[in-house]
């Protein structure tokens, strides 16, 4: 069940190797949110891949990382994403040892961020460009450069004729 399409996080779809790691370090960050950082590099893979990295000095609790990471693997598999490796990276500590390791405004505030993260990255529809006010669906300007039939051979920009008296 690795094809295209498919919804499940298997090996192929991680980024294990501290080689892959370490080439997508390099690269600017993609996009930055409060606590996270999404790291991107274009792959030849058909699919998209992930890593994510929770430092103990940000999120103190295992039961903290564990939960950032499993948000993060649940919406990395429902985004469709084109072929892309991402790492996902806390950057700001996200609670203390003092709090609560997990609640559920933590656990809201985290999947927002991360949904905008992996969003950023989804493909865009392209929108058709605009006509412009001169050229309709039903009459285009040619593309040679040469008037529309029934057009003037020589337009004139506007004001610059004779004025009438």
Do not use: W
């Not at 390791?101 to 991360?114: F, G, I, M, Q």
Request: with cysteine; hydrophobic share 40%; charged share 20%.
């Amino acid at each position: 069940m690795t094809g295209e399409g498919s919804h499940d996080f298997a090996r192929v779809r991680r980024i294990v190797k501290t080689d892959e790691f370490s080439s997508v370090f390099r690269l600017r960050p993609a996009q930055k949110t409060a606590h996270f950082v999404l790291y991107t590099r274009p792959n030849a893979l058909p699919h998209a891949r992930l890593g994510v990295v929770a430092a103990k000095r940000f999120a103190p609790r295992a039961v903290t990382r564990n939960t950032i990471k499993r948000i993060t693997r649940e919406l990395f598999r429902t985004t469709p994403l084109p072929g892309i490796d991402c790492i996902v990276r806390l950057a700001r500590p996200v609670n203390t040892k003092a709090g609560p390791a997990t609640n559920t405004a933590l656990k809201t505030l985290l999947h927002a961020e991360l949904a905008k993260l992996f969003a950023s990255q989804a493909p865009r529809m392209r929108k058709p460009a605009p006509l412009s006010n001169n050229a309709t669906a039903a009459d285009p300007a040619p593309a040679t450069g040469a008037p529309a039939a029934g057009a003037p051979a020589a337009a004139t920009p506007p004001g610059s004729g004779p004025r009438p008296s």
